[in-house]
């Protein structure tokens, strides 16, 4: 997992409500893969340049205490494929 070992290097924090899997990669090319179950979390760094989720359904996106709507876009709503220009929208870049 990305380091985030300092509270300001938190970026995304994504919280399961079902089952669904993870692939992150940030700047560094460092990369995270994980299978969530409801009820788990998972804090990324800050940095992200690729993040891809399985079943966007069963998740909630954080960025900055504030939940991000990201369902709709999803082109099929399961999976999620989001790129370093898209991730930068979410963050408010």
């Known amino acids: 997992m ?3 070992s300092r509270r300001s290097d938190i970026g995304f924090v ?4 079902g089952l669904c899997w993870v ?6 090319g460092r990369e ?9 979390d998972l804090q990324l760094a800050r940095d992200l340049n690729y993040l891809a ?14 939940t991000r709507d990201i369902v709709g ?11 370093q220009t898209e991730l930068s ?4 870049e």
């Open 73 to 83: 876009l999803a082109k099929d709503r399961r999976v999620l494929r989001l790129n």
């Open 32 to 40: 995270t893969e994980v299978t969530l179950r409801a009820g788990e």
């Open 53 to 66: 989720i399985g079943d966007v359904t069963a998740i909630e996106l954080r960025f900055g205490n504030q």
């Open 89 to 92: 929208r979410l963050r408010g």
């Open 14 to 17: 994504i919280h399961a409500n």
């Open 2 to 4: 990305p380091p985030t």
């Open 23 to 28: 692939f992150a990669r940030d700047a560094s």
